[in-house]
């Protein structure tokens, strides 16, 4: 027989016979039967990539972190699903990760703050890998404001002080108000709420 013309799938092969031995001589008849035999071969359904997870969801998020889960992956006729790849990317970076095939969730950690991520999934067995999820949007949340410059004085006379200072960066949340303490001797503290970014304290001692 010839080798099978198809691994998987269905092929065919086939075997041919010479009618020489001996051959017909003195106006003998020749060789009862087809000169070539052809036959199915190799007919299992063949293996292939898995289809990639239906569903991907958000579990969680915080200042630097995102947290998915994904139902798994169908592995069809490639074998059970050995390996996931996760992906979330921003405008700037992408980060990848690997996890089990018995494993549906995963935190992505140390990213930025108040930024979008493009989520993904897919899975592989024994053939190769799926194709990847739709992808999915993800925010982690703002952070608290960075540290205020030092304030700077203004006009200072000896019954008041101007100070002036710089916005912080405000790390995704708009910045509401600001918190002036005096503290001076004789006079009790005060944390003064401004909401910008000068203050003249008034009614101080020479």
Not at 74 to 86: E, F, H, N, R, W
Not at 113 to 142: D, Q, R
Not at 180 to 195: F, N, Q, R, W, Y
């Amino acid at each position: 027989w010839t080798e099978c013309s198809a691994k998987c799938g269905g092929g065919e092969r086939s075997r041919t016979r010479t009618c020489n031995n001996p051959a017909p001589a003195d106006g003998g008849d020749a060789c009862k039967g087809d000169a070539m035999q052809k036959e199915a071969c190799n007919t299992t359904v063949c293996p292939v990539k898995p289809t990639a997870p239906s569903v991907v969801e958000p579990t969680g998020k915080d200042q630097k972190s995102i947290s998915i889960k994904w139902a798994i992956c169908d592995p069809v006729l490639g074998g059970k699903i050995s390996t996931y790849k996760l992906e979330a990317a921003n405008k700037d970076k992408k980060i990848e990760a690997e996890v089990a095939g018995n494993t549906s969730t995963h935190t992505f950690e140390g990213l930025l703050l108040n930024t979008e991520y493009i989520v993904t999934v897919k899975c592989l067995n024994g053939v190769g890998w799926s194709p990847a999820t739709p992808p999915v949007t993800m925010k982690t949340t703002p952070g608290i404001p960075d540290v205020p410059t030092p304030p700077s004085a203004g006009k200072v006379t000896s019954e008041e002080i101007t100070l002036n200072w710089s916005a912080p960066q405000d790390n995704g949340a708009e910045i509401t108000k600001y918190f002036v303490t005096l503290i001076a001797p004789g006079v009790d503290d005060k944390e003064i709420p401004v909401d910008d970014l000068t203050h003249t304290q008034t009614d101080l001692k020479p």
